[in-house]
């Protein structure tokens, strides 16, 4: 079965300082693919980045950073110079495809790294 | 401008009462899902859709109904025999296929009262 296992709960910082967000994974599917979500207070989840099993080139996107392992089946989330508007829930997801086939593909989700970036 | 809308944003039920929350999308998505968070759960598929007129329990489902009579709709029954009811609940779409990621809704948060 799939997993995606978000280790830390809660994570406080003071503005400008870097954080990493750790991911790994399980699934026994050679093509997958992860996700990252923020939930700000607002509730609504916003998408921030897509990554395939076969790209396991690392991506810049401003303060953002993503370092895909496949070895080590983790997918951690940098961000840099952390700014209090970075307050939020982060979630890791895994699509793969559903095992009784067809075209669906359900995300799982970790259970959330709250972010609070304090001035 | 195209998203999911979730109504209504607030929800209180009283207890023994089914309720329904609304989700309509209008980006021509062919799979809708309905999650459930809690704190400290993360989020837990309830059911979702692929096609019209189809949809397949997810993982805890009991208590809830659906129904996908069109493509832009997917309301989610909240039941009596739902146990513990209170709760944030997210609506999410997302084109038939490999690799997409999912757009969300704003949300529902319903208490039970």
């Known amino acids: 079965a799939q997993k995606v296992t978000q280790a830390q709960t809660e994570i406080s910082v003071v503005e400008k300082e870097d954080v990493t967000l750790d991911c790994v994974y399980e699934?026994?599917?050679?093509?997958?693919?992860l996700f990252w979500y923020k939930q700000p207070p607002s509730g609504e989840l916003v998408f921030l980045i897509r990554?395939?099993?076969?790209?396991?080139q690392n991506e810049i996107s401003g303060r953002y950073s993503w370092n895909f392992q496949k070895s080590t089946s983790s997918f951690n989330f940098t961000i840099t110079a952390s700014q209090v508007v970075d307050s939020a829930v982060y979630f890791c997801a895994l699509s793969e495809a559903s095992r009784s086939g067809g075209s669906n593909y359900k995300l799982t989700f970790g259970k959330g790294t709250l972010l609070t970036v304090n001035p | 401008d195209g998203g999911i809308t979730q109504s209504p944003k607030y929800l209180f039920r009283k207890e023994g009462q089914n309720v329904t929350l609304s989700c309509e999308q209008n980006l021509n998505h062919d799979a809708m899902y309905w999650y459930r968070q809690d704190p400290g759960q993360g989020l837990r598929l309830i059911y979702y859709?692929?096609?019209?007129?189809?949809?397949q329990k997810g993982d805890i489902a009991e208590g809830y109904s659906v129904s996908r009579e069109k493509k832009e709709s997917f309301p989610l029954t909240v039941t009596s025999a739902q146990k513990n009811p209170t709760a944030f609940y997210l609506c999410a779409s997302r084109p038939r296929g490999r690799g997409y990621g999912y757009t969300f809704g704003s949300g529902t948060r319903l208490t039970v009262v």
């Open positions: 859709s692929q096609i019209v007129n189809d949809f």
């Open positions: 990554r395939n099993s076969f790209d396991e």
């Open positions: 699934t026994r599917d050679t093509t997958y693919y």
